[in-house]
């Protein structure tokens, strides 16, 4: 099973309408959701666009079985990205959900503002992020807008992902990658 997902967008709502597949599997299957929303979306706009394809999502927020957070609340640091900090996130986020009762830890963030500067940073963190998921129940899926990232960008990230989703304007394109 691939549990380390990339998916290239064009607009909000190609996000948008993998998310709702993605976190309705993980509702489904009794795993604690978790969206770390794009700056640009907000957790009510996030909120919005999910209770529009997933039923009962104020249930599922009201009963923890759906959480959202900020992308800048997760990643920025003062030093900006920190791979063993988000690292530790994870594994702590994992170890919750397994306490509370949950299968696994699904989660899905967004690099849309992510800057240039912290690029190295952030493909490190993909790349332990790949190996942790190796040892742990937790499905990632990692979302990029396609106009922040250049082709070595994104043949970057599908070196660091299992699959790979591209959605331009509602036209879903799946491929494995290892």
């Known amino acids: 099973m691939d549990r ?54 104020d249930a ?11 992308s800048t609340d997760v990643y920025n640091g003062p030093d900006g990205i920190s791979p063993d900090k988000l690292l530790d996130g994870l594994t702590r986020m994992e170890r919750d959900a397994l306490e509370k009762g949950f299968s696994a830890l699904r989660i899905s963030g967004d690099a849309s503002w992510l800057p240039e500067v912290n690029w190295e940073k952030f493909v490190d963190y993909e790349r332990r992020v790949n190996e942790l998921l190796k040892e742990k129940k937790i499905t990632a899926l990692c979302t990029f807008p396609m106009q922040k990232l250049d082709l070595h960008n994104i043949f970057t990230m599908k070196l660091y992902h299992g699959v790979t989703i591209t959605n331009q304007s509602g036209h879903i394109e799946y491929s494995k990658n290892y």
């Open 4 to 57: 380390h997902i990339c998916m290239f967008y064009e607009t909000e709502k190609d996000l948008c309408q993998i998310a709702a597949s993605f976190f309705r599997t993980g509702v489904e299957n009794n795993e604690l959701c978790v969206w770390v929303v794009p700056p640009y979306m907000g957790i009510e706009g996030a909120k919005k666009s999910l209770g529009a394809e997933i039923e009962d999502l």
């Open 60 to 70: 599922h927020i009201r009963k923890g079985r759906m959480k959202f957070m900020n």
